[in-house]
Every structure is written in structure tokens, then in C-alpha cells.
């Protein structure tokens, strides 16, 4: 079994930051070797993909947060995090860690993020 916990989520005025983290834990040998990503889900809406990172490091991000948002990792506390700046509403939503190992996915249970002043 692949436990992911999320952490860091919170109210933030638009504009500002949020550092998002996401611990595994489990039946993994090392996140490097999997492809971790971040989803959000806003009331209403389907979860969609935010930004993700392959093994050999290469990141992908959705289209609304180029240039906002970035996605890291270190290895060593098999933690992926979201740096989140410029935070605007509509980046209010529930954000989920997944860790991708064919054929096998793992999701975490969320951390709230709220933007608004």
C-alpha cells in the first residue's frame, strides 16, 4: 500500500502564496521512480490535472498556472511539493496528490485551498 498525505492548504488573499506538501509513504521505493502529480477539484467541477513530474524530472502544467505555480521534489523525503504565487479565486479548490506506477495510482485525501480577501 502507497499512503500520500497532503499538507500546507489554507485561506490566502489573492495575490499571495501557498507551499504545498506531499508525503509518501508505503510500499514505494522512491517517488523519483514514479510520476507525482497535483490535481484540484472546485465545487462543481471535475478534478483536473495542475501539474505533474515524470521520473527523469520533466514537469507539464495546466495552462492557467504557467508562471504561477511550480512543482518539486526531493527525493530524499519522497515529498512532492506546489509552489503556488500570484493566487488568484479561481484557484480555490481542493488540491490531491497522485502517485502514478503503472498499472497502479494512488491519491491523497486533499488540502483546502481558498483564495479570497
Known amino acids: 500500500q502507497v499512503q500520500l498525505v497532503e499538507s500546507g492548504g489554507g485561506l490566502v488573499q489573492p495575490g499571495g502564496s501557498l507551499r504545498l506538501s506531499c508525503a509518501a509513504s508505503?510500499?514505494?521505493?522512491?517517488?523519483?521512480?514514479?510520476?507525482m502529480g497535483w490535481y484540484r477539484q472546485a465545487p462543481g467541477k471535475e478534478r483536473e490535472l495542475v501539474a505533474d513530474?515524470?521520473?527523469?524530472?520533466?514537469?507539464n502544467y495546466e495552462d492557467s498556472v504557467k508562471g504561477r505555480f511550480t512543482i518539486s521534489r526531493d527525493n530524499a523525503k519522497n515529498t512532492v511539493y506546489l509552489q503556488m504565487n500570484s493566487l488568484k479565486p479561481e484557484d480555490t479548490a481542493v488540491y490531491y496528490c497522485?502517485?502514478?506506477?503503472?498499472?497502479?495510482?494512488?491519491w491523497g485525501r486533499g488540502t483546502q485551498v481558498t483564495v479570497a480577501s
Open positions: 508505503g510500499s514505494i521505493l522512491s517517488i523519483n521512480r514514479n510520476r
Open positions: 513530474i515524470t521520473s527523469s524530472g520533466s514537469t
Open positions: 497522485k502517485l502514478t506506477t503503472p498499472p497502479y495510482y494512488y
